[in-house]
């Protein structure tokens, strides 16, 4: 089994800036495709932004522009940089790893935004 760790939530005000991270196996990080996921309280999760491990990007309307993904394949790390958060970010984000029939998640981490 894979490990996938998340680290990097907490409380920010408005306006504010976390920077969350992902770290993952060694054997299997620098082929997968990275995703950070998010779901709040009596929501859905929904997809907030990929990157593929030739380093292409997407991300979900509702953060563009504010949400950077990016990867070191050396460190086995990914990371999303928030910027300009808002208190509808508020939600547990979890970092999902997809490799060939492989599909692997950490535990999330929980990031809360204040008015």
């Known amino acids: 089994q894979v490990q996938v760790v998340e680290s990097g939530g907490g409380l920010v005000q408005a306006g504010g800036s976390l920077r969350l991270s992902c770290v993952a196996s060694?054997?299997?990080?620098?082929?997968?495709?990275v995703g950070w996921y998010r779901q709040a309280p009596g929501k859905q999760r929904e997809l907030v932004a990929t990157?593929?491990?030739?380093?292409?990007?997407n991300y979900a309307d509702s953060v563009k522009g504010r949400f950077t993904i990016s990867r070191d394949n050396a460190k086995n790390t990914a990371y999303l940089e928030m910027n300009s958060l808002k208190p509808e970010d508020t939600a547990v984000y979890s970092c999902?790893?997809?490799?060939?029939?492989?599909?692997?998640w950490g535990q999330g981490t929980q990031v809360t935004v204040s008015s």
């Open positions: 999902n790893l997809k490799f060939a029939r492989r599909d692997d």
């Open positions: 060694r054997s299997i990080f620098s082929l997968s495709t």
């Open positions: 990157i593929s491990r030739g380093g292409s990007t």
